[in-house]
Nanobody
Framework: VQLQASGGGLVQAGGSLRLSCVAS????????MGWYRQAPGKQRELVAS???????DYADSVKGRFTISADNAKNTVYLQMNNLKPEDTAVYHC???????????????WGQGTLVTVSS
C-alpha cells in the first residue's frame, strides 16, 4: 500500500491550504485515514483522523480551523486547513489503517510527508 500526499506549501498566517492523500495498492478495506504532523524539534502528533468516512477526531489546537473528509471511492483523504497560524508549520504525514485482504489483519501505512510553512 502506498500513500501519496500533496497540497503543502508556503502560506501567510490566516490563509488556507488543502492537503490530499491517495492510498493505492492492495486494499480490501480502509478502517482509518488521518493526518499527523511533526514540527522541528517536536514529536509527531495527531492532527485529525476519520473512521468509516464519518467519525472524526481532531487535536484541540486545530478544532474549528481544520476539517478532515474522505472519499472512499477514491481512497482519498483531505485536510482543509483554514486560519493557519505559524505554529501549524510542520511536515504533515498521511496515515492509514487498512485491511489488505478479506479476513486479513489491520496494517498501518505512512506517506512521505508534505511540508506546510505558515509565515507570520
Amino acid at each position: 500500500v502506498q500513500l501519496q500526499a500533496s497540497g503543502g506549501g508556503l502560506v501567510q498566517a490566516g490563509g488556507s491550504l488543502r492537503l490530499s492523500c491517495v492510498a493505492s495498492g492492495s486494499i480490501f478495506a480502509i478502517a482509518v485515514m488521518g493526518w499527523y504532523r511533526q514540527a522541528p524539534g517536536k514529536q509527531r502528533e495527531l492532527v485529525a483522523s476519520i473512521i468509516t468516512n464519518s467519525i472524526t477526531d481532531y487535536a484541540d489546537s486545530v478544532k474549528g480551523r481544520f476539517t478532515i473528509s474522505a472519499d472512499n471511492a477514491k481512497n482519498t483523504v483531505y485536510l482543509q486547513m483554514n486560519n493557519l497560524k505559524p505554529e501549524d508549520t510542520a511536515v504533515y504525514h498521511c496515515h492509514t489503517t487498512v485491511v489488505v485482504s478479506a479476513g486479513g489483519a489491520l496494517r498501518d501505512y505512512w506517506g512521505q510527508g508534505t511540508l506546510v510553512t505558515v509565515s507570520s
